[in-house]
């Protein structure tokens, strides 16, 4: 059992990529972080030291704090904080532990994006359907919660990229776009080592809607009406994105907990 004060990495990792995720904060010195530069999915690096930043940043939300073995740094760091009100855990073995666990998802830090004020900035064509909703869905939930997504006329992308440094996505020749008969959520699962059976399952649904092979999985046909259907009752995009994000969430616990689930009429209901 955790101390009181701790979460143990399976119970993390069943709260990485849901609504209730707590703001995660990488503490490791950075000797310790050279000789693993990954992160925990979503999580933020901070210096142990800086209490202030830490406890802005958290803000009144739950927070996780790490650090490599689960010890003094992030124990001292999580106790100050409670101390200032803030509701804090430590990783319980810290990032050694949470790599040990079975499945663990580590995003390579080499992967990330230069943040730009605060977040990474992504950039990408007006008008989302599928891929560009679900790709800053798995950005926001896995990668970056601090993201902010550009929709912008496919003429402009490469001016406003450049102008901007905003990460271009599921745009023709961008690293981050289709690749032979995968999509771009398949690209950013590469790139960002986030391969679970929860995510690839959901991919598989993403690919075939995206696509037009609905063939490939009986959910894709669904996903594309929901998404049409989205995008006929929105002209702003970020409203659309809004709108649209709840729908991944629903997949993403679908593909996690639900995807054995059916319906039907129950027999002799009805007298």
């Known amino acids: 059992m955790a101390a009181p004060n701790a979460i143990t990495p ?18 490791r010195t950075d000797p310790d972080f050279e000789d693993d530069p990954h992160l925990i999915p979503g999580a933020v690096r901070y210096a142990y030291t800086d209490i202030i930043g830490i406890s802005q940043f958290i803000s009144d939300k739950p927070s996780v704090v790490i650090c490599q073995k689960g010890r003094k740094l992030s124990q001292g760091v999580v106790s100050w904080l409670q101390a200032e009100g803030h509701q804090a855990e430590y990783l319980e073995g810290g990032m050694f532990a949470w790599c040990d666990m079975e499945g663990a998802l580590c ?13 990474t900035l992504w950039v990408t064509r007006h008008r989302p359907k599928i891929d560009r909703i679900a790709c800053p869905w ?20 490469e001016g406003v990229a450049e102008h901007f440094g905003a990460a271009p996505f599921d ?16 690209a950013m699962l590469d790139g960002f080592n986030l391969h679970s059976v929860a995510l690839d399952r959901m991919a598989a649904v993403i690919r075939a809607a995206d696509t037009n092979c609905h063939d490939q999985s009986p959910e894709a046909a669904g996903l594309l009406a929901l998404s049409v259907g989205l995008s006929r009752q929105y002209r702003d995009d970020q409203q659309q994105l809004t709108a649209g994000l709840s729908l991944y969430e629903a997949l993403y616990r679908w593909a996690r907990d639900g995807f054995e689930e059916t319906h039907d009429w129950p027999a002799g209901h009805l007298q």
């Open 107 to 119: 995003v390579p830090h080499s992967a990330m994006p230069s943040a730009i004020e605060g977040g």
């Open 10 to 27: 399976r119970q993390l990792s069943r709260l990485i990529g849901t609504p209730q995720s707590p703001v995660l904060i990488d503490i």
């Open 138 to 157: 798995l950005i926001r939930r896995f990668v970056d919660a601090r993201a902010r997504f550009l929709f912008v006329a496919p003429s402009e992308i």
């Open 171 to 186: 745009v023709k020749g961008a690293q981050w776009g289709h690749r032979g008969d995968k999509c771009t959520f398949d």
